[in-house]
T-cell receptor, first 114, second 112 residues
Framework: NAGVTQTPKFRILKIGQSMTLQCAQD?????MYWYRQDPGMGLKLIYY???????DKGEVPNGYNVSRSTTEDFPLRLELAAPSQTSVYFC?????????????FGPGTRLTVT | GENVEQHPSTLSVQEGDSAVIKCTYS??????FPWYKQELGKGPQLIID?????GEKKDQRIAVTLNKTAKHFSLHITETQPEDSAVYFC???????????FGKGTMLLVSP
């Protein structure tokens, strides 16, 4: 089992550019999440999905979009990148929701927007 | 969503000392309380969790205690070792249990 994989590991974008952060899991988990982590600010939820074809906004969704066409993949799209989106992005998955089900995190993508 | 406060933000201890990190939450209906550890350059990983039907849970050198009346729970690490140095996050489920709200994290530094 590879667990949760994320690509790329690092990326530098210019203001206004777009990109897609890839996330895949091979644990047949129903739930998948995207978080951003800013220094000293913990993990903030951007979007989540409870199954293929179902997505919902988290705490900080503005500037991002997601899709979930398969159980395995949950890409995060940044349109018109802004310096405020400089952060470390983590994808996570869990078998079910928050009550007692561990979230497994990927290694993260460090994004810089200049 | 849930409001979670975590203290302290940084904690420095000597090897062998104990460390305690505390989280408070707002929703009295919450009944699941996990702790995650994030090592440098990695994603967070669950280290221990507790449900509201128990007041304490231990796993070797780590333990979590829960006070539902006061709405706080704490992570206790005894006999700390340098490899315990990491950022620790508490979390609380949001209503519906689809998502977690994480605390802002505590950076623990264990000096040899």
């Amino acid at each position: 089992n590879a667990g949760v994989t994320q690509t790329p590991k690092f990326r530098i974008l210019k203001i206004g550019q777009s990109m897609t952060l890839q996330c895949a899991q091979d644990m047949n988990h129903n739930y998948m999440y995207w978080y951003r982590q800013d220094p000293g600010m913990g993990l903030k939820l951007i979007y989540y999905s409870v199954g293929a074809g179902i997505t919902d906004k988290g705490e900080v969704p503005n500037g991002y979009n997601v899709s979930r066409s398969t159980t395995e993949d949950f890409p995060l799209r940044l349109e018109l990148a802004a310096p405020s989106q400089t952060s470390v992005y983590f994808c996570a998955s869990s078998y079910s929701g928050g009550l007692g089900y561990e979230q497994y995190f990927g290694p993260g993508t460090r994004l810089t927007v200049t | 969503g849930e409001n979670v406060e975590q203290h302290p933000s940084t904690l420095s201890v000597q090897e062998g000392d104990s460390a305690v990190i505390k989280c408070t939450y707002s929703d009295s209906a919450s009944n699941y309380f996990p702790w995650y550890k994030q090592e440098l350059g990695k994603g967070p990983q669950l280290i221990i969790d507790i449900r509201s039907n128990v007041g304490e849970k231990k796993d070797q050198r780590i333990a979590v205690t829960l006070n539902k009346t006061a709405k706080h729970f704490s992570l206790h690490i005894t006999e700390t070792q340098p490899e315990d140095s990491a950022v620790y996050f508490c979390a609380v489920p949001n209503s519906g249990y689809s998502t977690l709200t994480f605390g802002k994290g505590t950076m623990l530094l264990v000096s040899p």
